[in-house]
């Protein structure tokens, strides 16, 4: 079992090397291993964390100020 950051998962996959691909209600593609080797570096996590945190910023703006 994995917790997965997102409110709905609508599709799971296995690649061939046997990492497990996802893809939910927030629009985003995550690919899941264990091969530390394949482990986004942090620069690129917090990248999409700061990415994520706009998208949900500018949403949240158009829904209650109309912008």
Same mark, same amino acid.
């Given at each position: ?9 609508? &599709? ?9 691909? &996802? ?17 986004? &570096? ?17 949403? &949240? ?7």
């Amino acid at each position: 079992m994995m917790l997965h950051p997102c409110q709905t998962v609508w &599709t799971v996959g296995q690649l061939e090397n046997g990492d497990v691909i &996802t893809g939910g209600s927030d629009g985003k593609v995550r690919i899941w291993t264990r091969d530390e080797s394949r482990y986004a &570096t942090a620069d690129v996590r917090e990248v999409s964390t700061r990415s994520q945190d706009m998208l949900i910023y500018r949403r &949240t703006r158009q829904m209650y100020w109309r912008v």
